[in-house]
């Protein structure tokens, strides 16, 4: 008998058990989908944080200075100092100065708008886009001028789109608007990325350096790849100052985003094991109606021996037939997966209001797949070596 032919005959014997044969598929199917899903699930999150990363910008250091009392601290002019002095690593520098103030808009006054004094590099670095208008300049930094460039939020519901030439008070100061920057999200709303007001970072250190604003500094290293040595470079620059590396922080939003992820990696993975455990019931449950399917076609088995079939091609002919069914089960297993990675990004979409999607991986598919053929295989063996080795006057006789 051949391999064609055996396998029609296992086809055979599965569809005219339909309903056990889907029952000893259960394991590997529910095994599958969770693999399938739970890694969707793992692909979705990595990258939605890696978008969410990008836009904090994953080429970016911050240096935050804690400082060694009034003897040793370091000035704006210092940073750019170091800044020109290493020209091969970092490409562009934004002090930036994280206030806490009101803005208000003829008689409305806003809580909830984010204020920053940037610097005029700060929109290249960050990667935004201009819809209306300029950014900061150097000049305005340089002569502290009142300006600002609000989101896209503030211009649409309190300047009907046309905010450029209008002015804001900021804390009381009249500032005029110079731009306005595109929308950063689908969803323009109070609170949001798009509700933002940029100062200059000299007019905002000025403004509230009675309030205990600090300053931090953003830079862009030329290449993501050259963040860890960019990082080195600062941590040496900032040392030979303070003697004392408590003084200062430096942080990457590239290394950050690494341990996230890796973070994210293993709790899949062992998620994804853990589901794992389902193909190896699977198997078991293989093995149960295979022998339970040996006892059934004894006489069968005795008959095909009789007419002159070898142990190696009943062998094969159940280990055949075991690895069709698993392998039956890990197709319909992997439809399901896609099917349910589909619904499950739009449970996620409208419960949690985030734009994760479940991702299976073809990797990860047709491992489950191979793996769980491969259990067929395994625990298809011992029903089959039982069924090679009957005797076939036994089986004959067998009733």
Do not use: C, W
């Amino acid at each position: 008998m051949t391999f064609f032919e055996s396998f029609q005959m296992a086809i055979s014997n599965i569809l005219s058990r339909k309903v056990r044969s889907l029952l000893t598929m259960l394991g590997i199917i529910i095994g599958i989908v969770a693999v399938i899903v739970i890694v969707g699930m793992g692909n979705g999150m990595e990258k939605y944080l890696v978008d969410s990363f990008k836009s904090l910008g994953t080429n970016l250091l911050t240096v935050n200075i804690v400082g060694r009392g009034s003897t040793r601290n370091v000035s704006v002019d210092d940073m750019f100092e170091i800044l020109e002095e290493s020209p091969e690593y970092l490409e562009s520098l934004s002090p930036t100065v994280s206030v806490t103030g009101q803005v208000k808009i003829g008689s409305e006054t806003l809580s909830s708008t984010s204020i920053t004094g940037v610097g005029e590099s700060y929109m290249v670095m960050k990667d935004y886009e201009l819809s209306q208008g300029r950014f900061i300049s150097y000049m305005d930094t340089e002569n502290r001028n009142k300006v600002v460039v609000i989101g896209s939020y503030l211009n649409r519901e309190y300047f009907n789109g046309r905010g450029v030439g209008e002015s804001l008070r900021i804390n009381g100061q009249e500032f005029e608007i110079v731009g306005v920057l595109s929308a950063e999200t689908d969803d323009v709303e109070e609170g949001s990325t798009d509700d933002v007001a940029y100062i200059p970072y000299s007019t905002a250190t000025k403004m509230f350096s009675s309030y205990g604003a600090r300053m931090s500094y953003s830079f862009a290293v030329k290449s993501e790849e050259l963040v860890s040595q960019a990082k080195n470079l600062l941590d040496n620059k900032l040392y030979e100052v303070f003697e004392d590396d408590n003084a200062y922080v430096i942080t990457s939003m590239s290394e950050i985003l690494d341990t996230m992820t890796q973070m994210i990696n293993i709790v899949i993975s062992v998620l994804a094991i853990i589901a794992g455990i389902s193909l190896v019931v699977g198997g078991i449950g293989i093995m149960n109606i295979m022998l339970v399917s040996v006892s059934e076609r004894t006489r069968e088995i005795g008959i095909r021996k009789a007419l002159g079939a070898k142990q190696r091609h009943i062998m094969r002919q159940f280990v055949i037939e075991a690895t069709t069914t698993s392998g039956i089960g890990g197709v319909i297993g992997i439809i399901l997966g896609y099917a349910l990675s589909s619904v499950a990004t739009g449970v996620i979409k409208i419960a949690l209001d985030t734009d994760i999607a479940v991702t299976p991986s073809s990797g990860s598919v047709m491992l489950a797949f191979g793996i769980s053929v491969g259990i067929g295989m395994l625990f298809g063996y011992l029903p089959a070596k039982k069924a090679s080795v009957l005797n076939p006057i036994d089986a004959l006789r067998y009733e």
